[in-house]
């Protein structure tokens, strides 16, 4: 069955600090793999798309790896801000053009 | 940066009854989707919707459900005799033509309580 499973379900850090989501999915075949960031009651807003021959990229602070071997992802923030607050959403396209398939998302905490 | 606009932000209704969400995708866009996010749970896909037939769609959308482009701008869910599980916030999102894996804009979503 094809799931994307995230870690930890919600994170609580320190403004300034860097932290580091995770992403495991089961998800064949596969063509892409997104971060997608969401404040709460809005809808989810693209950070980075990472396509099977790439394993890293970059959007400001933000930086996704990806493994295609494993089935890994991670999302790393450079020293987070209280607005980096939201959910953040791995989710994994299976083919191309077909639909998105989400996990249940990081729910981070910044605080002062 | 453009943005995809939804009417209601909020809808409620008596179970039973229809109801109709409004979608305006950005404007060079060819490919449309509705998603949907019960509370504390995961986005799921609802459908998808190029060249003014459904593309893709998922157990979800049975007959109750059902998508229209009336006109060259607006993209409609509606869902004909609503019931309590139908609860959630609704997302519209658009692409435009090109490589299946750029970017994929959601709205901000209508949220729909059955009661």
């Known amino acids: 069955k094809n799931q994307v499973e995230q870690s930890p379900q919600s994170l609580i850090i320190l403004e300034g600090k860097n932290c580091t989501l995770q992403?495991?999915?089961?998800?064949?075949?596969?063509?892409?793999l997104r971060w997608y960031k969401q404040d709460t009651g809005r809808g989810p807003v693209s950070l980075t798309i990472?396509?099977?021959?790439?394993n890293t990229k970059s959007n400001g602070r933000y930086t996704a790896t990806l493994d295609a071997d494993t089935k890994q992802s991670s999302l790393h923030i450079t020293a987070s801000q209280l607005s980096d607050s939201a959910s953040y959403i791995c989710?994994?396209?299976?083919?191309?053009?077909?639909?998105?398939?989400f996990g249940k998302g990081t729910t981070l905490s910044v605080s002062s | 940066e453009p943005e995809v606009t939804q009417t209601p932000s909020h809808q409620v209704t008596q179970m039973g009854q229809e109801v109709i969400l409004r979608c305006v995708p950005i404007?060079?866009?060819?490919?449309f989707y509705w998603y949907r996010q019960i509370l504390g749970q995961k986005v799921e896909f609802l459908v998808s919707?190029?060249?003014?037939?459904?593309?893709?769609k998922s157990e979800i959308f049975d007959d109750q459900f059902s998508v229209e482009r009336p006109d060259g701008s607006n993209f409609t869910l509606k869902i004909r005799s609503t019931k309590l599980e139908d609860s959630a916030m609704y997302f519209c999102?658009?692409?435009?033509?090109?490589?299946?894996?750029?970017?994929?804009?959601f709205g901000s979503g209508t949220q729909l309580s059955v009661l």
């Open positions: 992403c495991n999915y089961t998800v064949s075949p596969f063509s892409n």
């Open positions: 989710v994994v396209q299976n083919q191309a053009g077909t639909a998105l398939i």
């Open positions: 919707f190029y060249n003014n037939e459904i593309s893709e």
């Open positions: 990472m396509t099977f021959s790439e």
């Open positions: 404007s060079n866009h060819l490919y």
């Open positions: 999102a658009s692409r435009s033509q090109g490589a299946p894996n750029e970017k994929l804009f």
